[in-house]
């Protein structure tokens, strides 16, 4: 089972060459010519990357508010072609058409920084060695293995105390709590199981690697902060009590102040008729 898993590892190592090859060279330039400490170096390297994606970062927030603007009309959408998904479905591409409007847009930035993520953890693994086999690769760094600070001082091993994957969680947790409180209440609460189920799978991965995340997480803190108090992200009281108010995007039965459209349509047809008769 775990020569499957190390051989799974080295197709994927193979595949994500490119990135590794980058990312590793980038702390190598910050430990050996700059004179930075392993663990700070990563730190570095994540602060560049998401400087380098802060455009992203902004543009993601900008599609998350046009689609936020745009849920009364999907709404009308949802409920109006409720029995015809297909026409349902190309009402809304419609939509967004006009309103240009990406419904996508708010993943690309997390669809980049994945294969990043990824890279980090086969730099850390060669950095710092690992076992395949049966037996054992040499790490390319020796150094790493003695590259951290404080409790955590082998970089390619997991946290001892497990205190990093818990600083993990709660820093991913503060980051989304600054942008929990202008979404919709049903998505708040997905938004703070998330950051607990990724650290739960990443419970055992090397001290390195959470280097990183919670370098990441202080990073999106800061960013968030920026963008929901000062960015394009910023909103006033009304509209988070709004958010607040509305149900949810696709309501189970129509409320009993709303009218079936077929109804409004009759009513629209016979005001138009009254007008052309006087």
């Not at 380098?52 to 599609?63: D, H, I, N, R, V």
């Not at 967004?96 to 409007?101: F, L, S």
């Not at 049966?134 to 091993?157: C, K, M």
Request: proline content about 6%; some cysteine.
């Amino acid at each position: 089972m775990q020569s499957l898993a190390n051989a799974i590892a080295d197709f994927f190592a193979r595949v994500f060459d490119p990135i590794v090859d980058v990312l590793g060279a980038v702390l190598r330039f910050f430990h050996y010519d700059l004179g930075v400490e392993w663990w700070l170096s990563i730190a570095l390297l994540t602060v560049v990357v998401r400087a380098l994606l802060f455009p992203l970062t902004l543009k993601q927030m900008k599609s998350m508010r046009a689609l936020q603007e745009l849920r009364p009309e999907i709404q009308r959408i949802q409920r109006q072609y409720r029995d015809n998904p297909q026409l349902r479905n190309q009402e809304m591409m419609k939509l967004y058409q006009e309103r240009n409007v990406n419904p996508l847009g708010g993943c690309l930035p997390l669809l980049v920084q994945m294969p990043i993520f990824i890279g980090i953890f086969y730099v850390i693994r060669e950095f710092g060695g690992y076992s395949y086999g049966g037996r054992v690769v040499e790490p390319s760094e020796p150094t790493f293995e003695t590259g951290g600070i404080l409790w955590f001082q082998d970089l390619s091993q997991a946290d001892p105390y497990y205190i990093l994957p818990v600083l993990s969680a709660l820093t991913m947790l503060a980051g989304t709590e600054i942008s929990a409180k202008y979404m919709e209440p049903q998505q708040r609460w997905i938004m703070r199981i998330v950051p607990f189920a990724i650290t739960l799978f990443l419970w055992n991965f090397p001290a390195g690697l959470f280097v990183y995340w919670i370098s990441n997480n202080l990073v999106t803190i800061a960013q968030n902060y920026f963008i929901y108090n000062y960015g394009p992200g910023r909103r006033e009281e009304g509209e988070t009590k709004k958010l607040d108010q509305q149900g949810p995007a696709e309501p189970s039965s129509r409320s009993g102040n709303e009218e079936d459209p077929r109804k409004r349509a009759a009513k629209a047809a016979k005001r138009k008729r009254r007008k052309k008769k006087r």
